[in-house]
């Protein structure tokens, strides 16, 4: 079994400070983790992915995830938010034992204000 | 942006209607999905399609029905649908059903409205 917590449902920062969307996961098997975003009215996108190679995941538009096993998280950040970053970011796990069955989190809603 | 199109964009219709949703990919991947996402509540896989064979259906109401004629498109038919059918109805594909590493693309999804 596989499971994924978005440990906030909305953060809401100023522009150019610090970006920090919490996920927690649990998976029976090595998990890949994927972080995907969604601006209104789009589809989802994806910012980065991690399948067992490099800890630290460097993704789109100045995002990166770091895996931590010890801690079961996969925390987004970014240095410097900006307007456009302001959408629904969903963390999504899938176990190697249910291969392309993915689960997604809850979602958390980025809010940047001026 | 994407090479994953779903249309109609938006639709509205009563309990009794009968209507379709399509979804193309323009990618050359062998496998596609269809996702419902709900206010409130995770993305919900409905439906896996692999070379054009369903290999995967998560308990989802026959008033769903798809259709998958070849690998480049997904339909979704609707049937007297409920009011509690109404959310963002989400078309992806992936190069391959069996990969764990594979990314899944989304398309824009079809926002419907359930009368």
Same mark, same amino acid.
């Given at each position: 079994?596989q499971?994924?917590?978005q440990?906030d449902s909305?953060?809401?920062? %100023?522009?150019?400070?610090?970006?920090?969307?919490?996920?927690?996961y649990s998976s029976?098997y090595?998990? %890949?983790?994927?972080w995907?975003v969604?601006?209104?009215?789009?589809?989802l996108q994806?910012?980065?992915?991690?399948?067992? +190679? +490099?800890?630290?995941v460097?993704?789109?538009?100045?995002?990166?995830?770091?895996f931590k096993k %010890?801690e079961? %998280?996969?925390?987004?950040?970014?240095?410097?938010?900006h307007?456009s970053? +302001? +959408?629904e970011?969903?963390?999504?796990?899938?176990?190697s034992?249910?291969?392309?069955?993915?689960?997604?989190g809850?979602?958390?809603?980025?809010?940047v204000?001026l | 942006?994407t090479g994953v199109t779903?249309?109609p964009?938006?639709?509205?219709?009563g309990?009794?209607?009968k209507k379709?949703?399509k /979804?193309?990919?323009?990618?050359g991947?062998n496998a596609?999905?269809?996702y419902?996402?709900?206010?409130?509540?995770?993305?919900?896989?409905?439906?896996v399609?692999?070379?054009?064979?369903?290999v995967?259906?998560?308990?989802?109401?026959?008033r769903?029905?798809p259709e998958?004629?070849?690998?480049?498109?997904?339909f979704?038919?609707?049937h007297?649908?409920q009011?509690?059918d109404?959310?963002?109805?989400? /078309?992806?594909?992936?190069?391959?059903y069996s990969?764990?590493?594979?990314?899944?693309?989304?398309?824009?999804g079809?926002?419907?409205t359930?009368?």
């Open positions: 079994a499971s994924v917590t440990l909305h953060v809401s920062v %100023s522009e150019g400070t610090p970006v920090l969307l919490r996920c927690n029976s090595s998990p %890949s983790l994927f995907y969604q601006h209104p009215n789009k589809g994806l910012l980065l992915k991690y399948t067992s +190679a +490099a800890t630290l460097k993704g789109i538009n100045g995002f990166e995830a770091e %010890s079961t %998280s996969f925390h987004l950040t970014k240095p410097s938010a307007m970053d +302001a +959408a970011y969903f963390c999504v796990v899938r176990g034992g249910t291969a392309s069955k993915l689960t997604f809850t979602g958390t809603r980025l809010q204000t | 942006e779903q249309t964009r938006h639709l509205v219709m309990m009794t209607n379709s949703l /979804c193309e990919q323009h990618l991947h596609m999905y269809w419902k996402q709900s206010a409130k509540k995770p993305l919900e896989l409905m439906f399609y692999s070379l054009e064979e369903r995967e259906n998560n308990s989802v109401p026959s769903f029905s998958c004629p070849n690998s480049s498109h997904l979704l038919h609707l007297t649908l009011p509690e109404s959310a963002l109805y989400l /078309c992806a594909s992936s190069p391959e990969s764990v590493t594979d990314t899944q693309y989304f398309g824009p079809t926002r419907l359930v009368l």
